[in-house]
């Protein structure tokens, strides 16, 4: 049977597992391949670093070791993915942007933390880290008025209330902003 | 002696002394139980608080936020997946899977009898054997510690599971990652930049709750129905049943004498630790298990293994302490630290100068082991709690928790941006199935295997001592032996899974 009667025999539902398969291995040709570039230019770069007359070994000599077999493990891994590539069924239509959608939840917290950890030197641990809690919890599915309040207590104790804690108590200073 | 140990007894056996203890051991469980804050820190905390206490009753307390903290680990790294510390990282592999399943209170009552069991059995190792083992521990030069290293890293294949390949990368990126920053040999600056963001190197604590926590929360609102619907940690009932679990323990007990003993030996190396100690148990543990399949799929060997090897390097940290006056890790420096402070000369006469103090030492290693254990017996109902929170508050609490522990220790900025950066990359390693446990293998044997390379080959060009050297050559062996068996057995994996396929 060839490939595309093999396919067209296929139900929709039989489709996805397979469509699975080929979205996991384009996702790790673009990650091995990028980090492949990475690794070379790294490997170049390394081969700069001074030597000492003192030790036959220089700066660049253990990192140019990593990254000859990081570079090669990235080739075998690319090597076999492509082949799972080529073997898998195609992806369904819209896969990727299913994929984010599914994940967008992930992707929304990700980037609430992105923004808290740009915004505690600005705007101080305690303030940031309290509307970050009460924007998490909230993005979180905490909906109802009883849990909106159990949220804000919570957010309280643990901006304000830690850094009151590390503060008294551990002698360790938390990051202060402009509102501080 | 008999009167040493009495005149240290009189000291430790006070209700000052009991208390301080009391008090550190809960700070050092609560402290390790915060992914990112580390025993060494909360030592660190505790040092202060020592200054005017007699030197036993600092010492003393000290001891008992060490053991404490192997112990409370064990608690993010079984309820969250997180390991708390560096020490814990095997202890996720099993107890995790084993509290999402529904057994939550078994894993944590497995982890703090194993933990109470390898700290004690420490004890006993370090009474007995400190300077004998401490003879040896003084014999290993740079040849040794690299073939330690090279013996160490080939954990990789054990750990790796069915993804060798990828388990292989993980430990090279690993080791990449570490040799970002200073040299430690020329310090010559590597791969920075110029950028004051890499200058200092990636911490290897915020490399360690990047890839573990941030990627573990992130994973955890992937499906975004079930987090808004105020998905708990764990549904289902807890049930937490320590004497039943003890029973179970003991009905091996092998695995934890075994493991309680690879922990003294990789504690009394100066520089390794816990963080070595609990994978090389764990890596042991399932090569002599009847079902080694088993191993990361929530079997109570892999957490008692790790468990115990972990707590019983407090003991064998100290045996070159006391023996030789050399830390057998940062923490044994900290320790070493209070009692300058107090005007004790720590060196080899240490036993014979002040022997009160140190058998009072040793009692209040014991001691403490029988404190943690209390405390944690009465209070892990509490922690269990954790499990039925709901998801949407326990993320974003753990995460600025996250926040914390890599900002608390080196009070940098640059530290959270690149906590956040390797956050990212740690959850698309565990998206794409690659393995995170070698990647923290590699950033913590790294600098070490690099500048004992170099120092071996600075002292002697010759490279065949590493060979001719008998430490070193036997840990050489070792390391082949061990590929060699992880290959065979997945091989052997491979053949039974194709078996079960064609009769299926």
Not at chain 1, 122 to 142: D, E, P
Not at chain 2, 309 to 315: D, Q, R, W, Y
Not at chain 2, 487 to 503: D, F, L, M, N, W
Request: some cysteine.
């Amino acid at each position: 049977m060839t490939r595309q009667a093999s396919l067209a025999a296929r139900s929709h539902d039989d489709r996805a597992p397979e469509g699975a398969a080929r979205g996991s291995a384009a996702a790790h040709i673009v990650f091995n391949g990028l980090l492949a570039v990475l690794f070379v230019f790294l490997f170049v770069r390394a081969g700069t670093y001074p030597s000492s007359m003192w030790e036959p070994l220089g700066a660049g000599t253990f990192p140019r070791l990593v990254l000859g077999m990081l570079v090669l493990f990235n080739v075998m891994i690319l090597v076999q993915e492509t082949r799972h590539f080529l073997s898998a069924s195609p992806l369904p239509a819209k896969a990727c942007r299913s994929w984010i959608w599914r994940h967008r939840l992930m992707f929304g917290v990700l980037l609430l933390f992105a923004l808290f950890v740009f915004a505690v030197p600005w705007l101080g641990f305690r303030w940031s880290s309290l509307v970050f809690l009460l924007v998490a919890q909230i993005l979180l599915g905490t909906r109802r008025w009883k849990s909106l309040l159990i949220a804000c207590v919570i957010a309280l104790a643990f901006s304000f209330g830690i850094e009151m804690l590390f503060r008294e108590v551990f002698l360790i200073s938390l990051p202060r902003g402009f509102l501080d | 002696m008999t009167e040493s140990i009495l005149a240290g007894a009189d000291q430790i056996f006070t209700v000052a002394t009991l208390l301080t203890m009391l008090l550190g051991a809960i700070a050092g469980i609560i402290a390790a139980a915060i992914p990112g804050f580390t025993i060494a820190m909360a030592i660190i905390l505790t040092l202060p608080l020592t200054f005017g206490m007699p030197p036993l009753q600092g010492v003393a307390t000290m001891l008992a936020v060490y053991v404490g903290g192997y112990t409370g680990g064990l608690v993010s790294a079984a309820l969250l997946g997180i390991p708390g510390t560096p020490s814990s990282v095997a202890t996720t592999f099993d107890a995790f899977p084993m509290a999402r399943r529904g057994e939550p209170g078994r894993a944590l009552a497995i982890g703090i009898w194993s933990s109470f069991a390898g700290a004690l059995i420490s004890t006993v190792v370090l009474i007995i054997a400190a300077p004998p083992l401490a003879l040896i521990a003084v014999k290993l030069g740079p040849w040794e510690y690299f073939s330690l290293i090279v013996f160490a890293m080939t954990i990789v294949a054990s750990v790796a599971g069915k993804f060798m390949l990828r388990g292989l990368m993980a430990g090279m990126i690993g080791l990449l990652i570490a040799t970002v920053g200073p040299d430690p040999i020329m310090g010559v600056s590597r791969f920075t930049f110029d950028s004051y963001l890499l200058g200092a190197g990636l911490p290897f604590l915020v490399v360690l709750i990047g890839i573990f926590a941030v990627s573990q929360l992130l994973s955890e609102v992937e499906n975004a129905d079930q987090a808004k619907q105020g998905e708990a940690l764990i549904s289902g009932k807890i049930v937490f049943r320590p004497f039943k679990v003890l029973r179970e323990i003991l009905a091996d007990p092998v695995n934890l004498i075994r493991s309680s003993l690879i922990g003294v030996l990789v504690g009394a190396v100066p520089g390794a630790g816990g963080s070595i100690a609990n994978l090389v148990c764990y890596d042991y543990a399932k090569r002599g298990s009847k079902t080694p399949e088993k191993f990361g799929t929530g079997t109570p060997e892999g957490i008692v293994a790790s468990e115990s090897g972990n707590s019983a390097t407090s003991g064998g940290g100290l045996i070159p302490m006391i023996a030789l006056g050399i830390p057998g890790s940062a923490v044994d420096a900290i320790l070493m630290a209070s009692l300058m402070v107090h005007g004790i000369g720590i060196g080899p006469r240490l036993i014979v100068d002040h022997p009160d103090l140190v058998y009072g030492m040793f009692m209040a290693m014991a001691i403490a082991a029988v404190m943690v254990l209390v405390i944690c017996l009465s209070s892990m109902r509490l922690f269990l709690g954790v499990t039925k929170i709901s998801k949407s508050v326990i993320v974003p609490v753990v995460l600025v928790l996250c926040l914390i522990g890599a900002f608390a220790l080196t009070q940098r900025v640059a530290d959270l941006y690149l906590l956040l950066g390797i956050g990212i990359f740690g959850y698309i390693l565990r998206k794409l199935n690659y393995p995170l446990a070698p990647v923290v293998l590699g950033v913590i044997l790294g600098p070490i295997g690099e500048s004992n390379l170099r120092r071996a080959l600075m002292t002697n060009e010759d490279w065949t001592l590493f060979f001719t050297r008998p430490i070193s050559l036997i840990l050489l062996v070792l390391a082949v032996l061990s590929i060699a068996f992880s290959i065979r057995s997945r091989y052997r994996q491979r053949h039974v899974e194709k078996t079960r396929e064609a009769s299926s």
